[in-house]
């Protein structure tokens, strides 16, 4: 299957789950349930997958995520060719740990050649209600539960600004990582 078709229907499921039936706006506590799992540092002992923890200070507040690079790719790579990029975002109310651990991007990654990014929503309750994207009121919101017909106020988190800085990130420090060299313009999300 085009490694295209699949990224799309795969982004088709999460955007349906998110906002369609998985966003509810009479939560008010942060999830704390699985905090730990959320914040890991390394995803072999959680998940069997050997993905290193990188974060960075943007906008105020501390953003990380997993970078996956499979075997296939640090055996047959160089600079002289350049490999694709999927960013796995997770769900609403999850967080990127346990979504390494179930869409199964770093199986594919090892059949297809390519970089897997897990990167993780925001955690921090001062921005909102539960770990996730800001994807609007649906899906980044704060405070107490609106009154009936209403949505909450948005949180104020840039995740675009953030995803951008985490690729470029990844893109010029792939080079250092083994000489891999990231293709630019096969970034794709999933």
């Not at 906002?19 to 008010?28: E, I, K, R």
């Not at 346990?98 to 594919?108: D, K, P, V």
């Amino acid at each position: 299957m085009d490694l295209t078709i699949v990224l799309l229907t795969v982004f088709i499921i999460l955007i349906h789950s998110c906002c369609v039936n998985g966003a509810s706006v009479d939560t008010v506590m942060p999830n704390t349930d699985n905090i730990e799992e959320c914040t890991v540092t390394s995803l072999v002992s959680l998940a069997g997958i050997d993905a290193k923890q990188s974060c960075i200070k943007h906008d105020g507040i501390t953003r990380c995520w997993y970078t996956y690079i499979p075997d296939v790719v640090k055996k047959q790579y160089s600079t002289k060719s350049s490999i694709p990029l999927v960013l796995d975002l997770h769900g609403y109310n999850l967080c990127a740990s346990q979504s390494a651990q179930y869409t199964g991007w770093n199986r594919i990654a090892e059949q297809h050649g390519f970089i897997v990014i897990y990167p993780q929503g925001n955690l921090n309750a001062e921005y909102s209600n539960e770990p996730s994207w800001d994807f609007g009121m649906c899906c980044s919101s704060i405070g107490l539960p609106p009154k009936e017909g209403e949505m909450p106020p948005p949180a104020d988190i840039n995740d675009r600004s953030f995803l951008r800085q985490l690729v470029a990130n990844v893109v010029s420090s792939s080079l250092n990582n083994d000489g891999i060299v990231v293709d630019a313009q096969r970034i794709y999300f999933a």
